[in-house]
DNA sequence: ACATAAACGAGACGGTACGTCTCGTCTTTTG
DNA sequence: CAAAAGACGAGACGTACCGTCTCGTTTATGT
């Protein structure tokens, strides 16, 4: 009748602290020797933790990497209302994320871990939404002059800028011009400095 | 004066049997498991190798791939007189070379290795010369309506090519012609066929 | 059916079901996979019980093996009259017991779980003391020949049977005839068969 | 024309000062944290090693521990004429090796790893074969008074032994007077203590 | 011709990090 | 408030490659 054979309990919850140590370890070792330096059982140290802690929530380094740089984004951004400036601000954003140590993600994981690359989608699928809605803007404004593939500007975006990463170059208002100009394929009344 | 502390001495020739089959194992193993799971005692035994033989010719693992990719690449291309097609040209070339391993050899050495990026442009040299003398033909002929910056139109495609390959989107025509028409600006009369 | 699942009084009571459980979990997991890959996180798995539990009750994996182990204990020996049969018993009880998990508890655990001695002699006292018992009756019956040490004889049949067991030599007839003639000294008529 | 392809060489030699280093260790740890606590870890970090080279050579803890022993043994015995004092001492040196780490390694691991068994034969074989030579020329001399089974014999001394290790109990002189007289059945005129 | 010296195969080695496993403890939730 | 569920720190496991280092052999060279 009064069956209760087992079945309570619940589980013990994800410990908070040691969450972020996870994390702050994390961004702090990206800073001080880079992406391809950083070994799980460095962070694990560094944040006092159990090798197997960090494995039980982020599976792959790409996973830790990922939601630890995620915590640095800043909020999407917005049309101004002017095509031009909007654009330049796209790649301006660009740069700060690739960059960075998302840069270096794309350029390490994306290619041979396949678990990597949805999961970026999910951390960068708000800032491609709000790029994506800037650029039909523009097209509406009429000051793109093609049917647009956003997904394409997008990403000639992104890869020239991770290009210019990986090879060194400097990504200096200079190439912003030439890039911003490249995308407005000279259809809006520009101040190019040189 | 002549330093011969005792006697002479010669020296053996490299083996260019073992050479050989060094960069054609290399080739084989990236064609089966890929950049990243491609191992330097893999090549070595498929190869029939020592490990040392293979660190005695190419100090990095980087240096062994873009030489053993470097024996696959075709001659540089030259203008044929129509700018739109010249730069589709271009595309479609970088598609082939930065589209295939060179692309991982991009993305997984050329962040961290500091060799491998002079390395690889002494490969890709004449092919990037190649490139910028049709940019330059075609800002010539007035088909590129501003001050061209070929180095970063250049970087632009390469980055664009990588970063569709590695977020495993399609690099076809469509992608082509985006990419053409973002080049050219518009000022060329394009035939897109879509 | 001391069913008290709420009681108010003071305190809840030992779960049954669950302690049953555990041991049964321990018995069948013993036979299938034998002690030494037995372990604490695959008995309450397989008890469908939490881990805690189980070192609540047991604190130690031998506390745990050696309660199991003495749930199947038959009950003890009695002397039948006649000496050589009574010792001839005392051995084979002891194959019975020594040859089986028992054995394995006493090589993997009593070496280095100071705790597994004493309660191993608790599950067992009742055991040695019959055979003692046995012992000393066949020696005021004269047909053990010297002022025997009871503790030592059975150390060297529990020992015998042990060391026959980790060397994978039979626990036959013949081993059986063998060490009863060593402990009765050929004082007892014998009919060994060979 | 007579080609050589590949096919020379034979590979470096094993580091004996590495492996001298091993065995101390080995040794010098079971000293200290006795057999349960020596992990391969330690040994490696004690003998200034890594990990690799002693699973290397020695694919299972108990193998290194088995020959790390095997270089502690003394010469095999031989008989003295004198069936008792031989009998004597072949218990006083099974109390010497069983009584000692080789205790352990029966216990812990001839159960449960099969490579174990055969091993530590090969390692014991001679002394064994004494043993066996030592109990025959007794039964030659009429001194032991039934057609012996040596096998069972040894066993029952090296169980004996063992099993007295395990509880911990006293391997002094009368428990060798005791074990004694059981072998030699009361048929040699015997002194013993008590 | 013959010593010299480099190239080579084989593979041992110290080292680092991997990802997994089990232990025994601790925390939270559920009934 | 006991018991479930299960997270956690600790630390050893055995494996994989790294890049270096003997070995002993093979092959040219330049006296």
Redesign the interface.
Known sequence: M?E???GA?GGRKRNEHAHEAILEATLATLREV????LTMEGVAARAGVAKATIYRWWPQKSHLIIEAVGTQLTTPLQTQGNSEADIRAVIQRTIEFVGGVL??V???D???DPTA?PQLEDLLGPYRAAHTAILLAAAARGDL??TI?A???L??I???????K????PLDD??TD??T???T???IPRT?TA
């Open positions: 009064t209760t054979p087992h309990g880079g992406y391809q330096q840069g270096d794309y350029a390490a994306i290619a041979h690359g002059p093609y593939d997904t394409a500007v990403d000639v992104n890869g020239a800028v991770l290009f210019r990986l090879m060194k170059r200079h190439f030439q890039l100009a490249l995308i394929s000279g259809q190019l």
